[in-house]
């Protein structure tokens, strides 16, 4: 793979190849000669004084290729180039969550079977990503546009545009802000002290997205406010806040969508300190489909 194959295949970054634009650049999709078919991420134009980013971006870059999940996105390659920058992945056909949520009939599609798995791949991501390596990564932009879904609606977790690596020796990374607005936890308007806690309160809201079939928005608030979420979730008409394009779940789905709404909830705690780690949101999940089947 060579930067002048890719030129070649998006034939220069023409707009008939674009599949997507993120904050961090545009995905373009490209037949190489082999005939594989990958999503390029052409990155924004680096502004001038930014050169000098170029070995940076490289270096941070250089172990995400070497990242091998089931639920990340494969990172192929990558060039770092005076003309263009882009990052070079597996490509993945059902394309992005947020895109599938707006669309009626592929959300219909999506019901909640898959869209509880769905969930689980992304909190199995991040168990990854913040336990079972070193160093650890701390994403930092987990969204709707950030995870993609294969032919058989696999979650995977992509962009990693923004992704800190931990010192193992300090748990915490000082950052100007990043992220996307709705999903970004609130310590970050007020320090810049970046940890693991942040993709937690992003994948509560992501978890309950999926779940409402839209950005949770005010029904996070309103929720938090009361004094026990959990009596609230079940005093709650779920069949008000569920998404209505779906039949109402049942048995023991519908026991699972109540404890992943509760395990939501719990990461959106408003002090970090006081949320699950992806670790402990893995067990709960899977203690609830136990008990569902119990």
Request: net charge negative; proline share 3%.
């Amino acid at each position: 793979m060579v930067y002048e194959n890719i030129i070649e295949a998006t034939k220069d970054f023409d707009n008939k190849h674009l599949i997507g634009v993120g904050g961090h650049g545009s995905v373009y999709k490209a037949e190489l000669p082999t005939g594989q078919v990958v999503a390029v991420k052409k990155l924004h134009s680096l502004q001038n004084g930014e050169m000098s980013n170029l070995k940076a971006f490289a270096s941070e870059i250089q172990p995400l290729a070497e990242i091998r999940h089931r639920n990340i996105v494969k990172l192929y390659g990558y060039c770092s180039h005076l003309l263009h920058s882009f990052l070079v992945y597996e490509f993945l056909e059902k394309g992005s969550l947020d895109k599938i949520l707006k669309d009626d009939e592929q959300a219909t599609v999506f019901g909640w079977n898959r869209r509880v798995i769905a969930i689980k791949d992304v909190a199995n991501a991040l168990y990854y990503m913040h336990h079972d390596r070193s160093p650890s990564i701390v994403h930092r932009d987990i969204s709707s546009k950030n995870i993609v879904l294969d032919l058989e609606y696999v979650a995977h977790v992509s962009d990693f545009g923004t992704a800190k690596f931990l010192n193992p020796d300090n748990s915490n990374w000082t950052s100007n802000f990043v992220g996307t607005f709705g999903y970004t936890a609130p310590e970050l308007t007020y320090t810049i002290n970046v940890n693991e806690k942040c993709d937690v309160y992003s994948f509560g809201v992501l978890s309950l997205e999926i779940l409402l079939g839209k950005h949770p928005g005010d029904i996070v608030s309103t929720m938090l406010q009361s004094s026990s979420v959990g009596q609230t979730i079940d005093a709650v008409l779920l069949t008000d806040i569920l998404d209505q394009r779906l039949p109402f779940p049942t048995n023991d789905i519908k026991k699972e969508v109540v404890s992943i709404i509760r395990i939501a909830f719990h990461c959106l705690t408003e002090s970090p300190h006081s949320r699950p780690t992806m670790e402990q949101v893995c067990k709960e999940i899977a203690i609830s489909k136990s008990s569902s089947r119990g």
